[in-house]
RNA sequence: UGGGGUGUGGCCAAGUGGUUAAGGCAGCGGGUUUUGAUCCCGCCAUUCGUAGGUUCGAAUCCUACCACCCCAGCCA
């Protein structure tokens, strides 16, 4: 419908084609194989596949694996899948890791030319040297070697004679700069620890600082999108592109990253909460990782549409999560597959029906009939959700009362007759008289009722499990908290079960759902063999609970 | 006077000297509706962090101030 919002990023881009600057756009997805993917990371997938793709250049996917030490496979793996189900596809697949020979010739260079050295302070010593931010530090008492030395050092590194952390491999820029990441910043450290990718050939592993800029250059990228918390290293970044020989000059730009309210995205809390098991893992649908909201049913283009929706600035910000929730509903409202589904049932005796079962034909969308239709039965006895029955109803309840008819939707007008109350006085069974005149779609009685509700042939409905998702915090910032599980919502996840139609058993198990009136759900992928448990993604908008 | 950033409605966000400050989300009011959903229509910033200044004219330029965020890993 509307044109793609615009973001200074974009309009920058087109500007620098305009003028001819640039001829093609390549950018990449950096991520460090050492966790799940997740809504944040989604915002930069969006933003870097999708100014490769609108300005018809490339897009790779970059694993920065320069630190073994946190890395794995599984990881690797995931990221691979995430990506694809998201939709994006990369030019090339790469990794920092197949860099590293040519990362060492450049440290070389560096060392050579005077703007390296190898320091053998201890980790403390550079600490205390460091300085602070309002005072400068001190040089170390290596930092003069002679360059020979430097190289020999450096070579030693490298061929495995140095124990980790005897030494490190430091750019020459200032200890008294007042940008700390010029302070002598770390280019190489010794990590005696076996690569998922290189295995044990290197025992000296490149720092992001130094590596990044360089695998920028070496795939030709020319926008280096990063988050803000990288902007003070793009003084170095340029000091190391502008001392070494390398084949483009990629630029960096950095833009906002995103704070999802009630989300935590820190990767360390994340991984506590699945350590320690307060979510059955990084695929809990409570979870803000792709996997996790896969498998609670949101889908890739909802996930999209929500980055396009928050746009991309360099501005603070915190997303309400009603836009993710929005961005979700309207996805899903024209790609969900519709069906009944009773939560509470409540029995319903039509009392004048004395025909064995009626098979009704019913679209699986009233509005996109390309979906195709399904059968319900219409019986004598039925299921409808509790909360659509009222003995004392307040003002404006135009559900199932006493005295009262509704619509039960795609079959008939039924007028109520009775209740039958359990000793604690409240509804165990209903009676009513269905009206033959007003079968749906055949309707000639003119008859008009306030209510439409759903319902489930009582004998054919199948019973399954459901998984009612919540927020996961009871908090708005439960990123402020150094425990975030003492926020859990403990109504996060409510178990339960309700009655479905059985056509359901016709769809894929990975259709989207809509319950009509109740929510959006999705089969859970762990559904045993014998009942399904379905996930609610999100719930319908509901004004009348709201003004209740 | 460490350095680097950011401040436009409840939440996002266009706008970069020239009529009444786009749009989205949320909200409110109304219409349609066999989902209290969807859909449709309307309303929702005399004002752009604050105070001054420049100008015929400022959210856009200048000055000062205020608030918030990031930086002292051999993490990314």
């Known amino acids: 419908m509307s044109e793609k919002p615009t973001n200074f990023i974009r309009t920058k881009i087109s500007d620098q084609i305009k003028q001819g600057q640039i001829d093609q756009v390549v950018t990449r ?11 944040g990371h989604a915002k930069s997938i969006c933003l870097n596949f999708g100014l490769a793709e609108e300005f018809g250049g490339r897009c790779n996917l970059r694993f920065d694996d320069t630190n073994p030490e946190k890395e794995s496979q599984e990881y690797i793996d995931a990221i691979e899948e995430d990506l694809r189900w998201l939709g994006f596809e990369w030019s090339e697949l790469c990794h920092t890791a197949d860099y590293f020979e040519k990362l060492f010739e450049w440290a070389l260079h560096l060392i050579r030319n005077g703007d390296a050295y190898v320091d053998e302070q201890s980790a403390e010593e550079m600490r205390e040297n460091r300085g602070t931010l309002k005072q400068v530090g001190f040089d170390s008492p290596y930092r003069d070697r002679s360059i020979s030395e430097n190289e020999s050092l450096f070579l ?22 007042a940008n700390m990441n010029l302070r002598d910043p770390a280019l190489y450290r010794i990590r005696h620890t076996k690569h ?26 020319t926008h280096s999108l990063c988050t803000l918390e990288f902007e003070d290293h793009r003084p170095l970044y340029e000091w190391l592109l502008k001392r ?19 989300t935590v995205t820190s990767k360390r809390k994340l991984n506590s909460l699945v350590q320690e098991g307060y979510v059955s893992g ?25 980055c396009e929706r928050i746009g991309v600035t360099r501005k603070p910000n915190t997303i309400e999560l009603q836009i993710l929730e929005g ?35 019913v679209p699986w969308h009233p509005k996109r009939l390309e979906l195709g239709s399904r059968t319900m039965l ?19 309840f135009f559900r199932l009362v006493p005295g009262g008819s509704v619509r039960l939707k795609y079959g008939f007008i039924v007028d109520f007759e009775d209740v039958i109350l359990d000793d604690k006085g409240s509804a165990k069974e209903v009676h009513v008289r269905y009206d033959p005149e007003t079968r749906s779609g055949q309707d000639k009685s003119g008859r008009k009722v306030k209510g439409t509700i759903h319902w489930v042939h009582a004998e054919s409905a199948e019973e399954v499990d459901v998984r009612l998702y919540d927020r996961m915090f009871t908090v708005p910032d439960p990123g402020n908290y150094e425990d975030p599980s003492s926020v859990i919502n403990p109504e996060s996840l409510i178990l339960g079960t309700a009655h479905v139609e059985p056509a359901l058993g016709h769809l894929m198990p990975e259709a989207y759902l809509q319950f009509e009136r109740v929510g959006f759900f999705k089969q859970d992928p762990a559904s045993g063999q014998g009942r399904l448990t379905y996930n609610r993604s999100v719930t319908l908008k509901d004004a009348w609970t709201k003004k209740s």
Request: aromatic share 8%; with cysteine; proline share 10%.
């Open 282 to 306: 990084w695929d809990d649908p409570r979870m803000p990782t792709i996997v996790g909201m896969r498998r609670r049913g949101f889908s890739p283009e909802g996930i999209r549409l929500f």
């Open 327 to 361: 961005s979700i509903r309207d996805d899903l409202e024209s790609r969900a597959h519709k069906a009944m589904a009773v939560m509470d049932p409540l029995k319903v005796v039509v009392t004048n029906w004395d025909q064995g079962p009626l098979s009704l034909r």
């Open 378 to 396: 219409f019986g004598r006895e039925l299921y409808i959700d509790r909360s659509d029955f009222e003995l004392d109803p307040p003002d404006g």
């Open 196 to 221: 998922p990718r290189t295995g044990d050939k290197w025992c000296i592993y490149p720092t992001y600082d130094y590596a990044h800029g360089q695998s920028d250059a070496i795939e030709g990228v």
């Open 29 to 39: 997805f950096p991520p460090e194989p050492n966790g799940y993917l997740h809504v």
């Open 244 to 262: 070494l020989p390398l084949p483009s000059r990629p630029k960096q730009t950095e833009f906002s990253r995103l704070e999802l309210e009630g």
């Open 156 to 177: 030693k590194m490298r061929e495995g004679q140095m124990s980790e952390g005897a030494a490190v491999l430091r750019a020459k820029i200032s200890m008294s700069a």
